[in-house]
């Protein structure tokens, strides 16, 4: 399961807060350090005039044997507890024969041992020799370590409740801070599901103002290449519909000018026939009888040219090649400076009218392309058929793809369209040499349509 990654607010408060408790830690290490420094010199001070007035009492004693351990005894009473200092007096079998009060501050009350042991210093403990008994003078820090104990924790409280102040502080100032981020990732979302209305307003911050302009310009331009897209599709279905209506119409004018153009002209063929047979005896009348009947031969030429070119592929596949290589033919007649090499398979089984249509298209809008944008002076047509897809290449020698082949040329879109209906692919490749290779592949549907016109009247 993948874990969530902390949010941005969160891992800046972690990192404030850790930059505040290694100051902390440092600060309590600097603390410890000059504490300990300060209790062994209270402690130092108080042992050396501890030891003066010791050493006087016992140089007294020494004095007078007699009297003076009753004097030292009663001097120790006397004073009772000395500061940082704890006074014991053994005898000279190492029995205890005085120990000096506790102090009452804080009685009762010790730092933990852990504690003690980091911050107390190691003072020696002193011995004075007085006949017979001995006084013994240990330093005790007890008192300042539990004061520093107490300083300690009320610091450490005090750091840890400004510390707890701190971090509520530095995230309600980054929530506040990262509150526009909100409103960019609703745009962002609204964005991915194709809607930029949304236009982010100004932070008053220049990092988020700038991600907030760069926001807009981009929503602004995907708006207008959305709108353009959408007139674009518009301009390209109206397109479609229009060379769907001339496709239809070009279906009429060639039905009509074979059913009745062609007929008529076969029955003028056939009365200057007759005409020519029964006036072999006439001169003027044979002569007006023939010249009638070489004329319709060349009307119903003209007519036959005018249908190739009305409806190229409509008798289905069994005629495509043939089909393809006449329009070769034609385009050769029209343009003799460009040399046209023709080669087509032969069609093993129909195809429909509507592929035949399209690669007849394809190859019209190739061929043209080359007469009026290439400047070529020879073009290779290939055209191979197998039982699952068509392949059609027209490949020139002219000035290639940057000027014969631009893509915003309204036929290349059409050509594109037109291969993308029928779920084929187009290819157009700049030769080494120069020139453009167009290359399209048609896929054969399992089910043809069988055309009912043939492409000759």
């Given amino acids: 399961m993948q874990t969530r990654p902390a949010s941005l607010g969160n891992r800046v408060g972690l990192v404030v807060v850790a930059t505040l408790a290694v100051m902390l830690i440092a600060g309590a290490t600097c603390w410890v350090r000059e504490t300990r420094r300060a209790i062994e010199e209270e402690v130092h001070a108080a042992s050396h005039v501890a030891q003066q007035w010791i050493s006087v009492l016992v140089s007294e004693t020494l004095r007078d044997p007699a009297q003076g351990p009753t004097r030292l005894m009663a001097e120790l009473r006397a004073v009772g507890r000395l500061r940082a200092n704890q006074l014991e007096v053994v005898g000279s079998e190492g029995q205890s024969l005085y120990i000096s009060p506790e102090s009452p501050y804080k009685a009762g009350r010790y730092a933990p041992e852990w504690f003690s042991d980091w911050v107390a210093p190691s003072l020696p403990v002193r011995h004075f020799d007085a006949g017979d008994r001995q006084v013994v003078l240990r330093p005790d820090v007890s008192r300042s370590v539990l004061d520093a104990w107490d300083d300690l924790f009320t610091g450490i409280g005090t750091a840890i409740a400004l510390l707890c102040l701190v971090a509520f502080g530095a995230r309600a100032a980054l929530n506040r801070a990262l509150a526009p981020l909100a409103d960019i990732d609703r745009a962002l979302a609204r964005g991915a599901d194709g809607n930029f209305d949304v236009r982010l307003p100004a932070y008053r911050a220049a990092e988020l103002d700038c991600v907030a302009n760069s926001y807009n310009r981009l929503a602004d331009a995907l708006d207008q290449s959305r709108a353009q897209n959408l007139r674009l599709e518009e301009d390209q279905a109206f397109a479609r519909a229009v060379q769907a209506r001339l496709e239809e119409e070009r279906r009429l004018i060639a039905r009509d000018l074979h059913d009745e153009l062609g007929q008529a002209i076969t029955a003028v063929r056939a009365i200057s026939g007759a005409i020519l047979q029964r006036c072999d005896d006439q001169p003027q009348i044979h002569g007006s009888a023939q010249a009638i009947l070489a004329m319709t031969g060349q009307m119903q030429d003209g007519v036959r040219t005018i249908l190739q070119r009305l409806r190229p592929a409509n008798s289905g596949g069994a005629l495509l090649d043939q089909a393809v290589a006449e329009y070769c033919r034609l385009w050769s007649g029209h343009h003799?400076?460009?040399?046209?090499?023709?080669?087509?398979?032969?069609?093993?089984?129909?195809?429909?009218?509507?592929?035949?249509?399209?690669?007849?298209?394809?190859?019209?809008?190739?061929?043209?392309?080359?007469?009026?944008?290439?400047?070529?002076?020879?073009?290779?047509?290939?055209?191979?058929?197998?039982?699952?897809?068509?392949?059609?290449?027209?490949?020139?020698?002219?000035?290639?793809?940057?000027?014969a082949a631009n893509p915003a040329r309204y036929g290349l879109i059409g050509m594109r369209e037109r291969v993308a209906e029928l779920h084929g692919e187009l290819r157009l490749e700049s030769l080494s040499g120069g020139g453009l290779r167009v290359s399209a592949r048609l896929p054969i549907p399992s089910s043809h349509e069988e055309s009912n016109h043939g492409l000759h009247a």
């Fill in 336 to 403: 003799p400076q460009i040399a046209l090499d023709c080669h087509t398979s032969p069609i093993a089984a129909p195809t429909s009218e509507t592929l035949g249509i399209a690669v007849l298209r394809l190859l019209q809008e190739s061929l043209t392309n080359v007469a009026r944008h290439s400047g070529a002076s020879h073009v290779d047509v290939r055209l191979d058929i197998a039982a699952d897809a068509i392949a059609l290449e027209v490949c020139d020698n002219g000035c290639g793809i940057v000027a």
